[in-house]
């Protein structure tokens, strides 16, 4: 079946800090990829996705490329902002099985100043 | 433009009582979902429809779940009885072109 795995949080930074958040996923076909990002109070948000493999999707600072040969979808900021304090979802989507969205169980980031 | 509009926001009820979530999503978006998530994991899907037509609903529990969307436009989604382990946040998307946009979601507490 589908899956994704992301690293477990709460992941505590400081202001400025490199983020990274790991994310690998297992498949039946070929999958597109997504970072869904949910602020606090507020429902889950399109952040980024990628729908080949070496396709980098980028938003807000953020960036993920999609390596097929890893399996992976890591997520990256390179200088994170208190506002970008939230939980991260890493994501599939297989067209055959109708785009259900596949999630891992979430990444809470914290950024202090 | 609108988004993805679901009401109540939050739900506390007694077990073995009813609920009904009630979700709209935007506007043109012909495909609709209803995902549960726990606390503290990622949400699953429930339903999807295809205008009016539910085309998975395999993860849908059917004997205390249902949901409609008559008009193939708004969706109810319904618990009748509630169990304790239903509480969550049940969440309404909407797609277009492959990119699904969530609502803010209910969150139910069932006591």
């Known amino acids: 079946g589908n899956s994704v795995t992301q690293m477990e949080g709460p992941v505590t930074l400081s202001e400025e800090a490199f983020l990274t958040i790991n994310c690998t996923y297992t498949?039946?076909?070929?999958?597109?990829l997504f970072w869904y990002v949910q602020y606090p109070g507020e429902g889950l948000q399109l952040l980024l996705k990628a729908t080949k493999a070496d396709d980098k999707g980028s938003n807000k600072g953020f960036e993920a490329t999609y390596r097929k040969e890893t399996t992976s979808f890591h997520l990256e900021k390179g200088s994170v902002q208190v506002s970008d304090s939230a939980v991260y979802f890493c994501?599939?989507?297989?067209?055959?099985?109708?785009?259900?969205?596949?999630f891992g169980g979430g990444t809470r980031v914290l950024v202090k100043p | 433009e609108a988004g993805v509009v679901q009401s109540p926001r939050y739900k506390i009820i007694e077990k073995k009582q009813p609920v009904a979530f009630w979700c709209n999503p935007i506007?043109?978006?012909?495909?609709l979902y209803w995902y549960r998530q726990n606390l503290g994991q990622g949400p699953e899907l429930l339903i999807r429809y295809e205008n009016e037509e539910a085309v998975d609903d395999s993860q849908l529990p059917k004997d205390r779940f249902s949901a409609e969307r008559l008009k193939g436009v708004d969706s109810t989604l319904k618990i009748q009885p509630a169990e304790l382990g239903d509480s969550a946040v049940y969440l309404c998307?909407?797609?277009?072109?492959?990119?699904?946009?969530f609502g803010p979601g209910t969150r139910l507490t069932v006591t």
């Open positions: 998307a909407s797609s277009l072109e492959r990119v699904q946009y």
């Open positions: 498949a039946t076909g070929y999958p597109s």
């Open positions: 994501a599939l989507e297989i067209k055959a099985a109708g785009n259900k969205l596949t």
């Open positions: 506007s043109g978006h012909n495909t």
